[in-house]
T-cell receptor, first 112, second 110 residues
């Protein structure tokens, strides 16, 4: 079975540029989560969706961050404009009925 | 937000030794999960616990859901080099949100 798929795996961009991270959850899972991981703050939940609807976005750092889930098999996390402090590993995870979450391999973002 | 205290922060052990780590929370959880993260990869689920007092094993790994529902423990017996990585606990309250611990970095010396 395919796990959670994320793209790109690595992204290097310049400050001010728009960054779009993509996620394909495990088929049949109705919850999707976006996390950010840094050395200083560990794993932080940014936002999660249930049946494509955003449920809790209180972890989104600021208005520069936005996330969408247009259908059950695709979600995006967008940062516009990006800043160096956004450099981190961004993980997408999915679950069925909100239980055990399965993580993707992550996108390593470096903003110069 | 919810605070999960995970300890120890790091461990350096000899191959063959047993390992213990734990996680405590400031409030009651309904579910405890333990994940392992290898360098450059996402966390991978090791064990899930759904009931206070539950003791569950997965090979050389054993985890327990504390009776108070505010803590959980993970033990690894007879460690091997491939056990190296960062281990995270995660707890879930009544909502669908999980809170993650800060991780325990494990180094196994051959």
């Amino acid at each position: 079975d395919a796990g959670v798929i994320q793209s790109p795996r690595h992204e290097v961009t310049e400050m001010g540029q728009e960054v779009t991270l993509r996620c394909k959850p495990i088929s049949g899972h109705d919850y999707l989560f976006w996390y950010r991981q840094t050395m200083m703050r560990g794993l932080e939940l940014l936002i999660y969706f249930n049946n494509n609807v955003p449920i809790d976005d209180s972890g989104m750092p600021e208005d520069r961050f936005s996330a969408k889930m247009p259908n059950a098999s695709f979600s995006t996390l967008k940062i516009q404009p990006s800043e160096p402090r956004d450099s981190a590993v961004y993980f997408c995870a999915s679950s069925s009925a909100g239980w055990t979450q399965y993580f993707g391999p992550g996108t390593r973002l470096l903003v110069l | 937000g919810q605070q999960l205290n995970q300890s120890p922060q790091s461990m350096f052990i000899q191959e063959g030794e047993d390992v213990s780590m734990n996680c405590t929370s400031s409030s009651i959880f309904n579910t405890w999960l333990w994940y392992k993260q290898d360098p450059g990869e996402g966390p991978v689920l090791l064990i899930a616990l759904y009931k206070a007092g539950e003791l569950t094993s997965n090979g050389r790994l054993t985890a327990q859901f504390g009776i108070t529902r505010k803590d959980s423990f993970l033990n690894i017996s007879a460690s091997i080099p491939s056990d190296v990585g960062i281990y995270f606990c995660a707890g879930q309250e009544s909502s669908n949100q999980f809170y993650f611990g800060t991780g325990t970095s494990l180094t196994v010396i051959p």
